[in-house]
T-cell receptor
Framework: EAGVAQSPRYKIIEKRQSVAFWCNPI?????LYWYQQILGQGPKLLIQ????????DSQLPKDRFSAERLKGVDSTLKIQPAKLEDSAVYLC??????????FGQGTRLTVV | AQSVTQLDSQVPVFEEAPVELRCNYS??????LFWYVQYPNQGLQLLLK??????LVESINGFEAEFNKSQTSFHLRKPSVHISDTAEYFC????????????FGKGTTLSVSS
């Protein structure tokens, strides 16, 4: 069974630029999550999708972050414009029945 | 609101010594509990989980955790650690049957030296 795929693995951008991350969940997993993990901290939920609908985006900074999952499969997370404090690892995860989340390897974003 | 507290940010131990990584959660409702491990530059891997049934759960590599509802704890233990166990360990919780996302603790860095 293929795992959660994320790209790119690494990204370096200047502040005020935009960036997008892509995630393809495990086949058949209806729930998809985006987490932000700042160095030295635990992952923090940004947004949770159930199929192509948003379940929870209460911690998503909507003035600069956006996410979509148009066909209920893969998803894109965008940041525009980026700030220095957005430097973090962005983790995508998926689950089948909310009993266990499977994580991708993450995208490490550095904003300079 | 739910929260997870990992009481130790760093735990240094010698190889073959026992270790306990402590985790407490705040929710008063039924929960699912998890321990994830993260190696450098990798994503999170599930180590073990408690959903229901026996309060003692085990992983394939010798770790175990015990769900203690009265103390709202889910401490992770291993009787004898190896160098390869050096990693970051995260405790996580989610609402029972509510479909909410995992809430993570801040993590504990386990450093095993010879």
């Amino acid at each position: 069974e293929a795992g959660v795929a994320q790209s790119p693995r690494y990204k370096i951008i200047e502040k005020r630029q935009s960036v997008a991350f892509w995630c393809n969940p495990i086949s058949g997993h209806a729930t998809l999550y985006w987490y932000q993990q700042i160095l030295g901290q635990g992952p923090k939920l940004l947004i949770q999708f159930q199929n192509n609908g948003v379940v929870d985006d209460s911690q998503l900074p909507k003035d600069r972050f956006s996410a979509e999952r148009l066909k209920g499969v893969d998803s894109t997370l965008k940041i525009q414009p980026a700030k220095l404090e957005d430097s973090a690892v962005y983790l995508c995860a998926s689950s089948f029945e909310n009993t266990e989340a499977f994580f991708g390897q993450g995208t490490r974003l550095t904003v300079v | 609101a739910q929260s997870v507290t990992q009481l130790d940010s760093q735990v240094p131990v010698f190889e073959e010594a026992p270790v306990e990584l402590r985790c407490n959660y705040s929710s008063s409702v039924s929960v699912y509990l998890f321990w994830y491990v993260q190696y450098p530059n990798q994503g999170l891997q599930l180590l073990l989980k408690y959903l229901s049934g026996s309060t003692l759960v085990e992983s394939i590599n010798g770790f175990e955790a015990e769900f203690n509802k009265s103390q709202t704890s889910f401490h992770l233990r291993k009787p004898s650690v190896h160098i390869s166990d050096t990693a970051e360990y995260f405790c996580a919780v989610t609402y029972y049957q509510a479909g909410t996302a995992l809430i993570f603790g801040k993590g504990t860095t386990l450093s095993v030296s010879s």
